[in-house]
């Protein structure tokens, strides 16, 4: 018996020791760690779409965790401490089926989209293999008052009837929306201060290995167009609503081919459009209930000019190119 | 070599002449008749827990195919919630650990305890009981999970606290017994399997507590406990019960003691002292302390040291009797210790900062789940079965069936774990070259086709293995492949 109780109790009791110190303790000072900058708590309405986004199993396709490293760098800034103090239950996730979405709410603001994409996710990106989840909604003859109905592109919807948010789909997308990433201090918009966040955040952390890119020397080859960097940018912040090809989801994101913003030689409704966001404008004779976002604040004058210039010579268009002056002379007007 | 041979005699070493001597030796007729009946009640409690972690696997591998055919057809029975991916996904997960892997590994324990003691189990009651609270948990948890109860998307702990609960209640009653059981052991020694299967038993009862109590889970400090959480419960507890299989199951199969007991006691304080601190590179390059980051790689390497004693163990333990490892049973366990090693070893080296750069989130990882939860521990539980059961029951598998079963399993897991390695591989490097996120996506279609592909050969050996379980427990002796083995008193 006392071999027994020596084996069974000093083990465990080492265990306990151990599960302690590397459990216990970095969890209640884990558990203290303040609110950034920014970062509050979540509407009653935010927090409902939390608890569906965990019942709904997302996490286990999304993260919420943007790493010091340059591949994350689309995601947003890296993540800090802080910005977990509301998040409880933690969302960090473990795999990455799907984007990073800790910074969704600014990298796709269009509450139409989130509902369009949520319903059936094929309808804006054809190559998804996220789920559907249509029980969020309910099919309806006509919307009732105060609703606006998800105008889900043709193909993808019923074929009889209105789609509705349900009450979880709008608290969901609430909660989506509200995925913004506050801004670190002496943070802007542009990436080479989100490359310089990066740096801090990553020595804030003691000795990381992670290098962020040199900013400086990027930035500097601006003038000339960079046709693979426009592609790429285009397809990683535009291509969710206008496609892959440019040619939009018929009735809901406008086609930009031989669009007149982006046709026309006098680029500046074209650079507003991307900067400032659209809203309401009819094109070509149709009025799309769903917002343009506005792109000023997310990418910076080259990235803006990159993206414009991949617009104007792809898909059929000839329109004269612009600088990154243009676009800094455009945001410097407003 | 010699040295340690002839160590091998000394000391505490003997404990393991004694339990191989007990495991061949047959006793007396009057004891005999004596123990008839305790053999009768081992045998039936340990078909009840076999069965039952049988009927989850078959259940849950079902469920794994279905998410694998999701990513290739994502519209496949999509229309009710209950059947998305996001809610099957914990019922797959939570399903082959507690519901299939735990029950087995307790049954197989409870046996183990009961023989290599030379004793009768303390509670043939408790037992029962203990497989009772297993699947009540299993049950609600999953029914809790489909209809969208989740706590949290907090992996392999997903189950409501009051479910867990009643898990630990399973694992209280299940350490009870075993420590009982040994208590009342014949000779002075406790044979190794024992040390791994308490130990384990008895850490994952703290496991469990410690991440069910909520006061210290906020934000970030729930990021740390669940790093913790999610590396101990595989490495504190179906590592050491997997482990104690072996160091059962291996002697009696190669009918000669284990290479070395000492080695075996090192690897068993070892694992102890390293394994409970890796559990942060989970999290590796997140917002959690970089010291408890560093400290955790440190230690995933200091794994190395009881993974490749543990492994040469077993493997020296085979080493020179091919005629033996032909025969079914001992190949299961050869795969799962080379699961054990590899999968441990890859562990190691997924665990580097510059290689979890690129293979961090990835499906690199689900291999790696699999290569350890399959490779190692599924062949381990198989392996222990088809060794220990029709010494029980007294009732043989077809060996052809059992053959299939094994070919099926080991090529339909090297194409899963191969498929997700290669393509967790290609889907880092695509992110790391800055392709548009979708193309990490489209790049992964055929991989996860091919995983499908051993999926499917997985669960079709699951099949067998049931109508293999079926024929060594209940089935009529002389039904079907059943064949009636001379029940060997003792064995
Ligand atoms: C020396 C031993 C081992 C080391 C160093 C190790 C290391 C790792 C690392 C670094 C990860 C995280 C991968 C990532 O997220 O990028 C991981 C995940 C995992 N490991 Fe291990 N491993 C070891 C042995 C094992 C064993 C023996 C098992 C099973 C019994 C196991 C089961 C798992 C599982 C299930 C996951 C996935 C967790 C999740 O994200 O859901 N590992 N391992
Ligand atoms: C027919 C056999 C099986 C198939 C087809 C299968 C399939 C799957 C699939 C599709 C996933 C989801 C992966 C993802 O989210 O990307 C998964 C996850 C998982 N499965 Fe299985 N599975 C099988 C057997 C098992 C068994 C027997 C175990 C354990 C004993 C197991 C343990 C796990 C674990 C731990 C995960 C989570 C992986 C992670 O987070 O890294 N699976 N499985």
Redesign the pocket.
Known sequence: MNKLLAIAGGATLLYAVLAVLMGVIPGIELSRVPPGPGVGPLTALEARGREVYVSEGCA?CHTQQVRPLPLDEVFGRPSAPGDYAYATPQLLG??R?GPDLSNIGARQSSEIWQYIHLYDPRAVVPQSIMPSFRWLFEVTDEAPQGLEPVPVPKPYAPAQGVVIPGPDARALVAYLLSLKQAALPGAHGDSAARAATTAAAATSMAATPATPAAPAATAAASSVFDAAEGAKLFAANCAACHGAQGAGVPGVFPSLHANPAVAASDPSEHIGAVLHGVHGKSIAGVTYAAQMPAFGPMLSDRQIAAIIDHERTSWGNHAPLVTAQDVAAARAKR | MLPVSVRRRAGPERANINAAKRMTSIPSPSSRTARYADDRALASMLSAYIVCATIWLLFA?AV??L??LKFAWPELLSNSPALTFGRL?PI??NG??YA??SPALIGLALYVAARSSGTRLYSTKLAWLTLLLLNLAALAGTITLALGFNDGDQ?YREWLWWIRVILASGLITAAWNLIATVARREGKDIYLSNWYTIGGTLWTIIIVIVALLPWYQHGLGQVAVQGYYMHNAVGMWFTPLALGVFYYALPKLMNRPIYSYSLGIFAFWTNLAFYPLLGAHHFLFSPLPWWLQTTAIVCSVAMLVPVWGGSANFLLTMRGRPERLRRTPAAFILVGVLGYLLSSTQGTVEAFRSLQRVWHLT?F??GH??LT??GF??FAIWGGIYALLPRATGKDPNNLLMGIHFWLATVGVLIYVVALSVGGTVQGLDWIRGAPFIESVTDMAPYWLWRSVG?VL??LSHMLFAWNVWTMTYARAGVAGAVAAPAVAGA
């Open positions: 286990y473990s795999e089926t | 591998t794994g195919v998410l694998a996904r797959h997960t082959t650990f299939w892997a992996e499906n990882t689900v789940s699999h939860m399959y521990i599924t999926g997985m669960f």
